[in-house]
């Protein structure tokens, strides 16, 4: 049974002949009391940018050739961008956004069958099957990647820069996380409220907060800390990781030797400026950390570099072929804390 349903996700993955893309997706559905996830049988035409979905839980409301179907929902894409890892407790997901949104309506017996059209805009929040099937969307409807904007306090200049200031709030807010919660379920995969980590942010980079100033456990809770620490290491100039050595750390990790992969990793990881190389260790020590109590929080050396890759890498210009990297961003942050001991010597010998 379980490899049937194996078997089906993959087919429901590959691109057809028909269709520029197609396969099912999970739409989420607003309600008075939060949302739901509903599965649709999606189709996606590129030249006309037509997108439909159909309802595939939902009762059947129209019989056509003897079968009971339900009519799809037609868009025309403007827009597509992968959703940020913490801003929703869902993996997998992107929002597409569409400029009108075509409602059939069938007639009844006592009404004559009639279509019409409804227009809508907005934007709509998809769940793919895997992140593989989330990159052949995206791919299909040239997605973008989420920008990341930076907080007002943020965009002075010398705040975006590894200074004193933001090696103290890295430092105190793994403390806060070290100390009470490396067992959270979920640990930087949920995401905290977005105006109590800007609150966060503004508190410690306001320029009459002192550089090292201290957090207080009862005023910021875990989700605040873990979102606080990830957009500070975003909104920075440049990743962590430099562009310079980019395609690089890509290009080590798209090896298929695997010991190549980590040498080439550190020996590049060697290469970086040393407030960049001394901010990578406190972090991936951290991250290491985390991984450790993987059994509760659930946040495995996979799920981190998930979450860090893009943090860590992100690619100076957003490209379909960016996109598509993800994957190796992700790989460069699994070898870093695999082999965090490795990183540590080569720091200590340069």
């Not at 597509?80 to 956004?97: G, L, N, Q, W, Y």
Request: glycine content about 4%; aromatic content about 8%.
């Amino acid at each position: 049974m379980l490899m049937k349903r194996v078997r089906s996700a993959d087919q429901d993955q590959k691109p057809p002949g028909q269709w520029t893309m197609e396969g099912y997706l999970y739409v989420q559905e607003k309600r008075p009391l939060g949302c739901t996830w509903t599965r649709h049988y999606c189709t996606y035409e590129k030249v006309s940018k037509t997108f439909s979905m159909c309802n595939t839980e939902a009762k059947p409301t129209a019989k056509q050739n003897g079968v009971m179907s339900n009519p799809p929902e037609k868009f025309r894409l403007k827009s597509c961008i992968r959703r940020k890892t913490d801003s929703i407790d869902k993996r997998f997901c992107f929002d597409i956004e569409v400029v009108e949104r075509n409602t059939i309506y069938r007639g009844s017996l006592f009404r004559p069958l009639q279509f019409f059209c409804k227009a809508r805009h907005g934007i709509i929040t998809l769940q793919a099957l895997s992140e593989s099937n989330r990159r052949l969307w995206l791919e299909a409807m040239d997605g973008k990647e989420p920008i990341y904007n930076l907080p007002a306090i943020l965009s002075k200049k010398e705040e975006t820069y590894l200074n004193e200031a933001g090696f103290n709030f890295v430092r105190k807010c793994i403390q806060l996380v070290e100390m009470r919660g490396l067992n959270t379920m979920g640990l930087y995969r949920v995401g905290g409220i977005n105006s109590k980590v800007q609150k966060l942010m503004i508190t410690v980079f306001s320029p009459k907060a002192a550089s090292d100033m201290d957090l207080d456990p009862d005023t910021w809770d875990n989700k605040t800390i873990t979102s606080g620490l990830k957009n500070y290491l975003r909104c920075l100039s440049e990743p962590l990781m430099t562009y310079k050595l980019h395609s690089d750390f890509l290009m080590a990790v798209k090896s298929d030797d695997q010991n190549y992969r980590v040498c080439a990793v550190h020996a590049l990881v060697h290469k970086l400026p040393d407030k960049n190389k001394e901010m990578l260790e406190i972090l991936i020590k951290h991250l290491l950390n985390v991984s450790a109590h993987s059994e509760s929080n659930m946040m495995t050396v996979s799920n981190l570099g998930v979450i860090f890759g893009p943090t860590l890498m992100r690619s100076q210009q957003e490209t379909v072929a960016a996109m598509m990297n993800i994957k190796f961003q992700n790989i460069v942050v699994e070898i870093l804390v695999e082999n965090f001991e490795k990183v540590s010597k080569i720091k200590d010998n340069s």
